[in-house]
Nanobody
């Protein structure tokens, strides 16, 4: 599976960005997807995730109410709409995928070990 993330950039605090991640090489509709981020000097943390069916979602507490994950199976793409951005959202954002759907549950969706496919990162910089 190849994952291609895009949409990062520089934005002022309070602004919005939409990240996209397009998958190829597997049946996208059968994969659960996640977005992670890693700030300089920090660990990679989960931001949001969505089950293969789209029926279950996970959000980190720090982004709940500001970020929205969605998917378009016809376009093999998962999105992360980021609103009300804050300087602390500055990080490299990664998309991830898994087709081990029997093991994907919301309670553990935040764990990077649950995803076997990773895309390259896209940098999001939020200025104050």
């Amino acid at each position: 599976v190849q994952l291609q993330a895009s949409g990062g950039g520089l934005v002022q605090a309070g602004g919005s960005l939409r990240l996209s991640c397009t998958a190829s090489g597997r049946t996208f509709s059968s994969m659960s997807m996640g977005w992670f981020r890693q700030a300089p000097g920090k660990e990679r943390d989960a931001v949001a995730a969505m089950s293969w069916s789209g029926g279950s979602t996970y959000y980190a507490v720090s982004v709940k109410g500001r970020f929205t994950i969605s998917r378009d199976n016809a376009k093999n793409t998962v999105y992360l709409q980021m609103d009300s951005l804050k300087p602390e959202d500055t990080a490299v954002y990664y998309c991830a995928a898994t087709d081990r759907n029997s093991q994907w549950v919301v309670s553990t969706a935040r764990l990077a070990t649950n995803y076997e496919y990773w895309g390259q990162g896209t940098l999001v910089t939020v200025s104050s």
